[in-house]
């Protein structure tokens, strides 16, 4: 569905249920060059076991309007502003890798607006490697391929290791390049950036007053698990599960233990 925020048209996945403010709300927010296609494994669940969902397509990515925010806590404002374009006064806060950091954000500024968080793939800070940053920025095909390398463990690189993708059909490199491909030019950059330049990851975690559940990656090049634990540590109410044989793309390398986790944690009964 479409929905206005700030003058501009957004789109959010609603996972086939229309958002129901008399239902618990949670927003889904995507990592850096990406959409809400990435949460397509969760969505749908959880709007069909008792949540309103909105996994959104953050401005300037998929099918929203706009250009990319610049800073995470931009993103983490803007998110406020979507709850009150869908008409929800709290929501649980899911997010990955950059979606991570602005959902900390908006837990700690934001807190009477925010009932958990879950954060995937998530550290203090979250340096890029100027390589990396320079090729975003230039839009070259070599940042698509450094994200995607990195970014996937064992699960994702076609069963190396003994591994294998989980889901049947479903080959995660090609299907990240795809995506990610698909971005307009420029964006991948700006998120890059926002996430390097974001320092404010340790105050965000000891300011959040609401539970918060970290999922981590045992296998994790990005955001290595124990820098994933150490933020953890400073929250006041905080779960860590590290899945193994998992890169940086817990939720599509290991999709149904990430549910399995995010049930119990916002207390839905799975089946």
Request: charged share 15%; aromatic share 2%; with cysteine.
């Amino acid at each position: 569905m479409q929905l206005t925020v700030n003058g501009t048209s957004v789109f959010v996945h609603t996972g086939g249920r229309e958002i129901d403010p008399a239902r618990p709300a949670v927003v889904l927010i995507h990592g850096a060059g990406m959409d809400h296609s990435v949460w397509s494994l969760q969505s749908r669940y959880l709007a069909h076991h008792g949540r309103s969902v909105l996994a959104v397509d953050l401005p300037g990515h998929g099918r929203s309007g706009g250009e990319p925010l610049g800073s995470i806590s931009a993103i983490a404002d803007w998110v406020i502003a979507l709850l009150d374009a869908a008409g929800l006064e709290r929501a649980a806060l899911i997010g990955h890798s950059m979606g991570a950091l602005v959902a900390l954000d908006a837990a700690a500024r934001h807190s009477a607006r925010v009932e958990a968080v879950a954060l995937l793939g998530v550290a203090e800070r979250m340096p890029v490697h100027p390589a990396l940053l320079s090729a975003a920025h230039a839009g070259e095909q070599s940042a698509i391929e450094m994200v995607i390398g990195w970014g996937h463990g064992p699960r994702g690189h076609g069963g190396a290791r003994g591994g294998s993708c989980p889901t049947p059909g479903l080959a995660l490199i090609p299907g990240g390049r795809r995506l990610m491909a698909s971005v307009r030019p420029g964006v991948l950059g700006v998120d890059l950036a926002a996430c390097n330049e974001y320092g404010q990851g340790a105050d965000a975690a000891a300011s959040a007053a609401c539970p918060a559940l970290f999922l981590l990656g045992a296998l994790d090049k990005m955001t290595p698990a124990k820098a994933g634990r150490a933020l953890a540590a400073r929250m006041k109410s905080s779960q860590v599960v590290v899945l193994p044989q998992t890169g940086h793309m817990v939720m599509t390398e290991a999709p149904d233990a990430v549910l399995d986790a995010l049930t119990s944690f916002l207390s839905l009964r799975r089946g």
